[in-house]
């Protein structure tokens, strides 16, 4: 079985493509720095570089919602290649072929805030009061 799971944070924004084929289909790349358990370089977690592709559908929404330094999840599978250079050196890939990817933060956490913000003031107990008006729209009234 060819199956991958990677939670990590773009380490730039998605290079996107598209074919020339008749309606071009979007192939999206970019790279995953994915951490290492267990392991620090100098203090800092230590990361693995993976790269990825993702096609079609895919690659155009990589395109439109993915920027450098967000956390996502991707699943796909590894597949291996090869190709001899302008040097004649062959040069050797592995790539995971992206069939889902997903945000693995809130867009809040993402751009630094910690916690939604929130408009009622503290009663005590950890709740807070309602809003006016914001009442109506709560299931258990």
Do not use: H, W
């Not at 990677?6 to 998605?14: A, E, Q, S």
């Not at 956390?71 to 590894?78: A, N």
């Not at 693995?104 to 630094?112: F, I, K, L, Q, V």
């Amino acid at each position: 079985m060819n199956q991958v799971i990677l939670m990590g944070r773009l380490t730039r924004d998605p290079e996107v493509r598209y074919t020339q084929a008749e309606p071009p289909i979007a192939i999206a790349r970019y790279t995953l720095a994915v951490d290492r358990r267990g392991s620090k370089t100098d203090g800092q977690p230590a990361a693995d570089f993976i790269n990825c592709v993702a096609f079609d559908r895919a690659g155009e929404f990589a395109e439109k919602y993915f920027l450098k330094g967000m956390r996502v999840l991707v699943s796909g599978r590894i597949q291996t290649g090869s190709y001899t250079n302008r040097d004649g050196v062959r040069i050797y890939t592995t790539d995971v072929i992206i069939q889902s990817q997903e945000f693995a933060e809130s867009r809040n956490t993402a751009s630094g805030s910690n916690a939604p913000q929130m408009s009622g003031e503290p009663i005590g107990n950890g709740f807070m009061s309602i809003p006016d008006g914001m009442d109506e729209g709560l299931p258990f009234n």
